[in-house]
C-alpha cells in the first residue's frame, strides 16, 4: 500500500485566496483525521470521520474551514478566505475500526499563505 | 482541558549515550499514550503504544513508561545512534461516550545525536 496520500505537498497563495488540500487514506480504513501543526501550538485535530461521517469538528477554528469526505478514498479540507495565520503544515491520517488510535500519517501539506 | 507538555524542546547528545525523554499529561483519565517519531517533512510514525492498564511497552533499543496517578511518561532511549536523531512526540488519547476518541499531542523533543 503507499500510504496516507496527501495533495499538494506544499501549497504558497495570497491572503483571501481559496485553498483546497486533498487526502487519500489507506484503503479499507474507517477513520479519517485531519490535524494542523504550527510551532506555536504545535499538532491540533481539527476533524475527524469514522466511514465518510463527521464526528468531531469541535477542533476546526472558524466558519472558514470546511472539511468533507465524499466517498471512502477522498477526503478535502478547504479553507476560504485564507490568512496568513493559516500557514502551518496539514496532515491526514487514517486508521481502522478496530484500532482507531494507530493513526497511519500522510507527509503532509506546508501551506503558506502570504 | 487536557495538556500535554514535553521538556526540554531540544535535546543534543553524543552517539552512544543512554537518554530519557520526559512527557506529562494534566488530566490521568486516559485511555492510552503513544509516542511518535517525526522526521523533518515528514508525517509521525507510532512508536509505542502502551494502554492505561500498562506499565511500560518495549521495541528495541526503546522501552516507554506510563505512570497515570502521577500524570508522566518517559521514553528511554539506549545507545542512541545518529539515526535518532528526530523530533519524538507524545500524545494521550481519552475515549469518551459513544466510541469517539482524540489524540491531544505534546509538542514535541527534537533529539540531536552527534557522531
Known amino acids: 500500500d503507499a500510504g496516507v496520500i496527501q495533495s499538494p505537498r506544499h501549497e504558497v497563495t495570497e491572503m483571501g485566496q481559496e485553498v483546497t488540500l486533498r487526502c487519500k487514506p489507506i484503503?479499507?480504513?474507517?477513520?479519517l483525521f485531519w490535524y494542523r501543526q504550527t510551532m506555536m501550538r504545535g499538532l491540533e485535530l481539527l476533524i475527524y470521520f469514522n466511514n465518510n461521517v463527521p464526528i468531531d469538528d469541535s477542533g476546526m477554528p472558524e466558519d472558514r474551514f470546511s472539511a468533507k469526505m465524499p466517498n471512502a478514498s477522498f477526503s478535502t479540507l478547504k479553507i476560504q478566505p485564507s490568512e496568513p495565520r493559516d500557514s502551518a503544515v496539514y496532515f491526514c491520517?487514517?486508521?481502522?475500526?478496530?484500532?482507531?488510535?494507530?493513526?497511519?500519517f500522510g507527509p503532509g501539506t506546508r501551506l503558506t499563505v502570504l | 482541558k487536557q495538556e500535554v507538555t514535553q521538556i526540554p524542546a531540544a535535546l543534543s547528545v553524543p552517539e552512544g549515550e543512554n537518554l530519557v525523554l520526559n512527557c506529562s499529561f494534566t488530566d490521568s483519565a486516559i485511555y492510552n499514550l503513544q509516542w511518535f517519531r517525526q522526521d523533518p517533512g515528514k508525517g509521525l510514525t507510532s512508536l509505542l503504544l502502551i494502554q492505561s492498564s500498562q506499565r511500560e511497552q518495549t521495541s528495541g533499543r526503546l522501552n516507554a513508561s506510563l505512570d497515570k496517578s502521577s500524570g508522566r511518561s518517559t521514553l528511554y532511549i539506549a545507545a542512541s545512534q545518529p539515526g535518532d536523531s528526530a523530533t519524538y512526540l507524545c500524545?494521550?488519547?481519552?475515549?469518551?461516550?459513544?466510541?469517539?476518541?482524540?489524540?491531544?499531542f505534546g509538542k514535541g523533543i527534537t533529539l540531536s545525536v552527534r557522531p
Open positions: 491520517a487514517s486508521s481502522l475500526w478496530d484500532s482507531p488510535d494507530t493513526q497511519y
Open positions: 484503503s479499507g480504513h474507517d477513520y
Open positions: 500524545a494521550v488519547e481519552a475515549r469518551y461516550t459513544g466510541a469517539n476518541s482524540k489524540l491531544t
